[in-house]
């Protein structure tokens, strides 16, 4: 079945600085991969998606890149803010399964002052 | 305001006594689902629903129940709780679910079966 995995579990860095947020995806068959941050004790929040045709998003201030050779996923914060503190999960989503989003196992960004 | 309402949202219990977690959405979606998380292992989908009178198995639906007789419900029921169903649980929504991946989550609902 699909696994998705998050290649660090914890990410500090400087406020202003870029962040990185990495994940490795198993099925090549996923059609949506999303992304989303977790604040303590809050539900996940939807940041941004992209379709599995594609390779590069864009919303305010990140930016989702898709390579789909390597299977793999990752999410740019530009100018990394406190409020960007959080876990962040990535997700698959692939159709013909029933609609099924799969979860990685998430990375806790940390944002220094 | 739109929002996904669980209740409880803290519970302790005992091995083997039901109980129920409510789910609500206010955004009249087709799609509701409910995860359980745990430290480091992500969030598992334990059951979802298309729409209303239509539920299917996620990846981990031992030990609990679902129903779907109103769009805006989605009660999950353990009918006789143990202790490794103790967990961080949230249940989600989405108007359609096959565009895209996006969920509305609630607040989560933190249950200890002891």
């Not at chain 1, 692939?94 to 960004?109: I, S």
């Not at chain 2, 209303?52 to 709780?81: A, C, M």
Request: hydrophobic letters at 30%; proline letters at 5%; one cysteine or more.
């Amino acid at each position: 079945g699909e696994s998705v995995g998050l290649h660090l579990p914890t990410l500090s860095v400087q406020e202003g600085d870029n962040s990185i947020i990495n994940c490795a995806y198993s099925n090549s068959a996923s059609d949506y991969f999303i992304w989303y941050k977790q604040e303590s004790g809050k539900g996940p929040q939807f940041i941004i998606d992209i379709r599995s045709n594609m390779d590069k998003r864009q919303g305010q201030r990140v930016t989702v890149l898709l390579n789909k050779t390597v299977k793999h996923l990752s999410l740019q914060i530009a100018a990394t803010q406190p409020g960007d503190s959080a876990v962040y999960f990535c997700a698959a989503l692939t159709w013909n399964a029933g609609n099924m989003l799969t979860f990685g196992g998430g990375t806790r960004l940390m944002v220094k002052p | 305001e739109a929002q996904v309402t669980q209740n409880p949202r803290y519970l302790i219990t005992v091995t083997g006594k039901k109980l129920t977690v409510t789910c609500s959405q206010n955004m009249n979606h087709e799609y509701m689902s409910w995860y359980r998380q745990d430290p480091g292992l992500g969030l598992r989908q334990i059951y979802y629903s298309m729409n209303v009178e239509v539920t299917d198995k996620g990846d981990v639906p031992e030990g609990y129940k679902v129903s779907r007789k109103e769009k805006r419900n989605f009660p999950l029921i353990l009918e006789s709780p143990s202790p490794n169903q103790t967990s961080l649980y949230f249940c989600a929504s989405s108007p359609y679910l096959s565009n895209t991946g996006e969920l509305f989550f609630g607040e989560g609902s933190r249950l200890t079966v002891l």
